[in-house]
C-alpha cells in the first residue's frame, strides 16, 4: 500500500510560482513512477507531467517549458514547480504513484491550485 500526500497549493496571481510536493509512504519509492494530474471544473482530469522510476521526465504541451517536475528519493518525494503561472492553470492537482512492480495505482487526495488577479 502507498500512501500520498499532496502540499503546495494555492491562490496566487499570474505569472507567480509555486512548487508542489507530494510525499509517498509505505512503499520503497524508488519503485515508483510518479505523475501530477489536474481536473478543472467541469473538464477531465488529464495528466500534466511524469517522471519514472529512472528519473525521465515528461510533459502536457500547455506546460512545457513552465513546469518541472522532479523527485528526490531521499526524502520519498516528488515536486512540480510551477512558473509563469496563467489563469488556465487554475485546478486540483493530483499526484498518482504507479508501482512497477505491482502495476498497482495509488492517488493524492489532491491540493488546490488557483490563479487569479
Known amino acids: 500500500q502507498v500512501q500520498l500526500v499532496e502540499s503546495g497549493g494555492g491562490l496566487v496571481q499570474p505569472g507567480a510560482s509555486l512548487r508542489l510536493s507530494c510525499a509517498a509512504s509505505?512503499?520503497?519509492?524508488?519503485?515508483?513512477?510518479m505523475d501530477w494530474y489536474r481536473q478543472a471544473p467541469g473538464k477531465q482530469r488529464e495528466v500534466v507531467a511524469a517522471?519514472?522510476?529512472?528519473?525521465?521526465?515528461n510533459y502536457a504541451d500547455s506546460v512545457k517549458g513552465r513546469f518541472t517536475i522532479s523527485r528526490d528519493n531521499a526524502k520519498n518525494t516528488v515536486y512540480l514547480q510551477m512558473n509563469s503561472l496563467k489563469p488556465e492553470d487554475t485546478a486540483v492537482y493530483y499526484c498518482?504513484?504507479?508501482?512497477?512492480?505491482?502495476?498497482?495505482?495509488?492517488w493524492g487526495q489532491g491540493t488546490q491550485v488557483t490563479v487569479s488577479s
Open positions: 509505505g512503499s520503497a519509492f524508488r519503485f515508483l513512477a
Open positions: 517522471i519514472t522510476s529512472g528519473g525521465s521526465t
Open positions: 498518482k504513484a504507479d508501482h512497477v512492480v505491482t502495476r498497482l495505482t495509488y
